[in-house]
């Protein structure tokens, strides 16, 4: 069975930081590109983070202009699992945050992604 879980939202103050882990299980995730994206209720899902296939593009790592310099995505194959560190979070950084994968990816986007996680919820505030 096809799924990817991820973990680690909550709730934390401007400045702080959180990682947050999507666990991928049924399927392997060396050859697949994983997105991160966000959802704030009443607005499109937009795209946080991308981490191309080894096969496409090397694994390169791409950012959404908000994040870029405070966020950062990375992968362990070896546990099948990818991770995006958010520091200097913001209010505007509240969102439902999803992990999900394209096989043989070169980008990421979220009309073409092949599985999607439930999400976990993250909170900025003071």
């Known amino acids: 069975q096809v799924q990817l879980v991820e973990s680690g939202g909550g709730s934390v103050q401007p400045g702080g930081s959180l990682r947050l882990s999507c666990a991928a299980s049924?399927?392997?995730?060396?050859?697949?590109?994983i997105g991160w994206f966000r959802q704030v209720p009443g607005k499109e899902r937009e795209g946080v983070s991308c981490?191309?296939?080894?096969?496409?593009?090397?694994?390169?790592?791409t950012y959404a202009d908000s994040v870029k310099d405070r966020f950062t995505a990375s992968r362990d194959n070896a546990k099948n699992t990818v991770y995006l560190q958010m520091n200097s979070l913001k209010p505007e950084d509240s969102a439902v945050y999803y992990c999900a994968v394209v096989k043989y990816g070169s980008s990421c986007g979220r009309y073409y992604m092949d599985y999607w996680g439930k999400g976990t919820l993250v909170t900025v505030s003071s």
């Open positions: 981490i191309s296939s080894i096969s496409r593009r090397d694994g390169t790592t």
């Open positions: 049924g399927f392997t995730l060396d050859y697949y590109a």
